[in-house]
């Protein structure tokens, strides 16, 4: 069984599983300082990228990018233990959170 994920490495690959095909470093970056409202490095979003690939969470492809220095652009896809992965960590927050409503404030999001 595979290590539990980071929490970074969770939004790393929400952030990959959001944008579909288009899903390259920079865009990556740009997402989830959109979604959470905070801005991090690009460097730890590269090498996020590569350990979750190094465990086959994610695989990548070059294509052709002649607009982009080197002239190529690397895109990322969740791979089925990537999604597996991410689901589960979903899962356990929502598992730890439930019955802390009144604490936190926050309604139940309803995962069984």
């Not at 969770?10 to 944008?19: D, E, N, T, Y």
């Not at 070059?62 to 190529?72: F, H, K, M, S």
């Amino acid at each position: 069984m595979q290590a539990p994920l980071g929490e970074f490495e969770v939004v790393v690959l929400l952030a990959v599983l959001h944008l579909g095909h288009h899903a390259n470093g920079s865009a990556v970056r740009d997402d989830i300082e959109r979604r959470i409202g905070r801005r991090v490095s690009r460097g730890s979003v590269y090498v996020t990228l590569d350990r979750l690939e190094e465990k086959g969470l994610l695989s990548s492809r070059l294509i052709d990018a002649p607009t982009v220095r080197g002239g190529a652009k690397r895109l990322f896809r969740a791979t089925a233990p990537g999604l597996k992965a991410v689901k589960h960590a979903i899962e356990t927050v929502e598992r730890m959170r439930r019955g802390l409503e009144p604490i936190l404030g926050i309604p139940a999001i309803g995962i069984p």
